[in-house]
T-cell receptor
Framework: ELKVEQNPLFLSMQEGKNYTIYCNYS?????LYWYRQDPGKSLESLFV?????AVKQEGRLMASLDTKARLSTLHITAAVHDLSATYFC??????????FGKGTRLHILP | DSGVTQTPKHLITATGQRVTLRCSPR?????VYWYQQSLDQGLQFLIQ???????AKGNILERFSAQQFPDLHSELNLSSLELGDSALYFC?????????????FGPGTRLTVL
């Protein structure tokens, strides 16, 4: 069965701290996407990871993919309040099978 | 503003009815994707069109259908609506159809089935 698990599902953290969101998936894939969703808003594409060892960075966010461990991480460095949002990962297994994680609701306290 | 527009913004209808959601992609984008976000099912990929042709089909129910027109706008048709179809429906567009292409999302249509 194809599964995507994100953890934690909820995260409250202080500004200035570092933290990592994890996205585990059940079966080998080398295509993984990260999205951001602000409360009551639409989705925004953050990163596309397409190979083992891929690392992408944008500002305080860095995403990586380890296909052997079937794991992607989204690392937040020195969090700021503006990063408060829900973050989703999605795994693409090809053959039209794309499954999203449940999302991690991130709340950054000023 | 992503450049992707969706209409209507909100839609309230009754069970058994049929509705059409419309999406206009960013200028020049050839691919359109449809997604459903509900409390029960979370986010689901429904279907993708590229330059008028169906390219990928995800968890789209048989009661749902979509098409992309020559001007590249797309419509998602939902029929025989059930309470469980209440959700946010997003479309997204990208320039091409490659997996690396960035998708730009519209603001969504909130469908409420009573």
């Amino acid at each position: 069965e194809l599964k995507v698990e994100q953890n934690p599902l909820f995260l409250s953290m202080q500004e200035g701290k570092n933290y990592t969101i994890y996205c585990n998936y059940s079966t080998t894939s080398d295509r993984l996407y990260w999205y951001r969703q602000d409360p009551g808003k639409s989705l925004e594409s953050l990163f596309v990871l397409l190979s083992n060892g891929a690392v992408k960075q944008e500002g305080r966010l860095m995403a990586s993919l380890d296909t052997k461990a079937r794991l992607s991480t989204l690392h937040i460095t020195a969090a700021v309040h503006d990063l408060s949002a829900t973050y989703f990962c999605a795994v693409d297994w090809g053959d039209d099978k794309i499954i999203f994680g449940k999302g991690t609701r991130l709340h950054i306290l000023p | 503003d992503s450049g992707v527009t969706q209409t209507p913004k909100h839609l309230i209808t009754a069970t058994g009815q049929r509705v059409t959601l419309r999406c206009s992609p960013r200028s020049g984008d050839l691919s359109v994707y449809w997604y459903q976000q509900s409390l029960d099912q979370g986010l689901q990929f429904l279907i993708q069109y590229y330059n008028g042709e169906e390219r990928a089909k995800g968890n789209i129910l048989e009661r749902f259908s979509a098409q992309q027109f020559p001007d590249l706008h797309s419509e998602l048709n939902l029929s025989s609506l059930e309470l469980g179809d209440s959700a946010l429906y997003f479309c997204a567009s990208s320039a091409e159809t490659g997996v690396a292409d960035t998708q730009y999302f519209g603001p969504g249509t909130r469908l409420t089935v009573l």
